[in-house]
């Protein structure tokens, strides 16, 4: 997962950038940079941490220019390094090339096979490198049907922003897996992986970049290059179920109403006779206004987040993420003692942080916990850019319904059905990649990939 940013013809390009970017902190916490083009040349500021940690007003100043991309990463493919943060860019020739890239390659093996054969050397772990190595190794003049060339190559989920020169670009992979924006600010374009990004700024929003579309933007205005005829769609429905900012509207509508359908979907399906309805926050919080709202019971706020901490699933070892859980919630036993509760959680992953948030409901003197999830069970890994790496990982794939309460320590879980789900968003079912959940992915795997869905 990772957050992208960019615009042209603004005066403030680095610093529309840098508050871009903090609006989409939540999609990758692990480094942010920000390239701007000034005199002909590429000016950049790159680190690791967060976006209001690295950048100040100097750097700021700076990253002159009056184009700007922009990426806060969170890292699926590629190790946790400096080399490997984003935005990717590259001086060829005459030309200058800056990728910022969401969402994972699926034919990165093969193509990084064919590119050293003819002669590439790779500095990176990067799919966005790959990218740009495509677009060193082409002859094409047209420097549009380049572009379009170079993405034909490419399999699996792309949203990405780039500067070629002093066009910028955006562009969405034909499923149209992650989400991509165009907005308005004045003359000034903007694109944005999400809409709150837009709010920011004060942007207008305008309209998604298409799945398969690319547009240019440049001091001539915009030009879309649509795809040639009509494409199978599959949106991540994680974005909706977690990932997105409930505040942005993606794929045509907005998240908190979506999470919130999902919570009276879940009521529907399985309510609980409860004293209370309370979620796990954030992610669970909007759901579960659905669901207390259908079910007509009182929805409290029986935990306390701690803000100053970051998003606990983000850092990648076990033991910080363990130890995180208990810095990060603190619930109020006022609120819980006695009580039989209903929690609404928008997923279960691996069930580390659950069993943890659980033991700590029970620690506050909650007599019965009842668990409801706005997901079906999670079995099967992502490769198009969420972070489930192997099925060994996700606790569905492993254990029954009944055996994931019992480890959480539960009285009751239920999950929502993958029809209730699909049901719940207002786009037509077939549109959603919902592999994670049923093993169907919407494109051929490669070998190498396939095997990880067999492994046990
Ligand atoms: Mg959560």
């Not at 054969?117 to 190794?137: P, R, V, Y």
């Not at 004060?202 to 547009?215: F, K, N, T, W």
């Not at 929690?343 to 916990?369: C, N, P």
Request: proline fraction near 4%.
């Amino acid at each position: 997962m990772c957050g992208i940013f960019g615009i042209a013809n603004h005066k403030d390009a680095a610093k529309l950038t840098y508050l871009g970017l903090y609006a989409l902190q939540h999609r990758g916490e692990e480094s942010a940079g920000i390239v701007t083009r000034h005199c002909k040349k590429l000016l950049s500021y790159k680190g690791m941490g967060l976006v209001g940690d690295i950048f100040n007003k100097d750097v700021l100043k700076n990253l002159k220019g009056d184009i700007a991309v922009g990426h806060t990463r969170y890292s699926t493919t590629g190790s946790t390094t400096t080399k490997n943060i984003q935005p990717f860019y590259i001086k060829h020739k005459k030309e200058n090339l800056t990728i910022a890239h969401n969402g994972n390659l699926i034919n990165t093996a093969e193509l990084h096979g064919q590119l050293e054969k003819n002669g590439a050397i790779f500095q990176t772990t990067m799919d966005s490198e790959i990218i740009a190595h495509l677009f060193t190794h082409s002859n094409e003049k047209n420097y549009k049907k380049l572009i379009s060339n170079m993405l034909c190559q490419l399999q699996g989920a792309y949203s990405l922003v780039m500067l070629l020169n002093d066009v910028l670009i955006g562009a969405r992979d034909p499923f149209g897996w992650r989400p991509l924006c165009i907005g308005k600010l004045n003359e000034s374009y903007v694109l944005a992986s999400e809409t709150c990004a837009l709010d920011l700024i004060q942007a207008e929003y305008i309209r998604d970049v298409e799945p398969g579309e690319i547009v240019f933007i440049s001091k001539k205005g915009i030009e879309c290059l649509k795809p040639p005829k009509e494409h199978k769609k599959s949106f991540c429905v994680f974005e909706y179920i977690y990932f997105s900012r409930p505040d942005s509207n993606i794929f045509g509508s907005n998240v908190y109403l979506t999470r919130k359908q999902l919570g009276r979907q879940l009521a529907k399906e399985h309510p609980v006779d409860c004293d209370l309805v309370m979620s796990i926050p954030d992610s669970g919080n909007y759901a579960a206004v659905g669901y207390a709202e259908a079910l007509k019971k009182p929805c409290e706020v029986g935990m306390i987040r701690n803000h100053y901490v970051g998003r606990t699933f983000i850092q990648p070892s076990q033991f910080i993420r363990d130890f995180k859980v208990k810095v990060k919630l603190n619930p109020i036993k006022e609120v819980l003692k006695g009580k039989k509760i209903a929690v609404i959680e928008d997923s279960i992953v691996r069930g580390t942080t659950s069993r943890a948030r659980i033991k700590a409901l029970r620690d506050a003197g909650a007599k019965e916990i009842h668990m409801r999830v706005t997901c079906p069970p999670l079995k099967y890994p992502c490769f198009f850019g969420i972070d489930f790496p192997t099925k060994k990982e996700l606790i569905a794939s492993n254990q029954t319904i009944k055996e994931i309460a019992k480890h959480l320590g539960l009285d009751s879980l239920e999950y929502i059905s993958l029809e209730g789900m699909l049901k719940s968003m207002k786009q037509p079912d077939n549109d959603f990649c919902t592999a994670c959940f049923n093993g169907k992915y919407p494109v051929k795997l490669p070998k190498k990939l396939s095997k990880y869905i067999l492994e046990k």
